[in-house]
Nanobody, 124 residues
Framework: QVLLAESGGGSVQAGGSLRLSCEVP????????MSWFRQVPGLKRAKVAC????????YYPGAMKGRFTISQDNSKTWLYLQMDNLKPEDTAIYYC?????????????????WGQGTPVTVSL
């Protein structure tokens, strides 16, 4: 099982920022589509942002636009999620995910590659 590796989660106060990182193992080769998801206990994983790694095209669900920024490094082995002006409702486990199909799916089941998740807690 391919395991991506997230880092950067933590606890912040509302209005603060965090930058999450995700390392893509080199042995899996080029991955055309990578996404960030988040999950609150009891709810399904929800897409936060995704990026087509070759063209750099980025997609955000409507509710995520403006405060979250997905990016990658030039080598395409690191994926990032910059989160600004965090709110308590952003509290969740954040996951990076990858798929070999060039489509920004919002269904977690369409992604075969996942990280273990990194927790983000935003307090008032």
């Amino acid at each position: 099982q391919v395991l991506l590796a997230e880092s950067g989660g933590g606890s912040v106060q509302a209005g603060g920022s965090l930058r999450l990182s995700c390392e893509v193992p080199g042995y899996i080769g080029r991955i055309p589509l990578m996404s960030w998801f988040r999950q609150v206990p009891g709810l399904k994983r929800a897409k936060v942002a995704c990026i087509e790694t070759e063209r750099g095209l980025i997609y955000y669900p409507g509710a995520m636009k403006g405060r979250f920024t997905i990016s990658q490094d030039n080598s395409k082995t690191w994926l990032y999620l910059q989160m600004d002006n965090l709110k308590p409702e952003d509290t969740a486990i954040y996951y990076c995910a990858a798929r070999d199909v060039l489509y920004c799916s919002g269904f977690a089941t369409n992604y075969p590659y996942w990280g273990q998740g990194t927790p983000v807690t935003v307090s008032l």
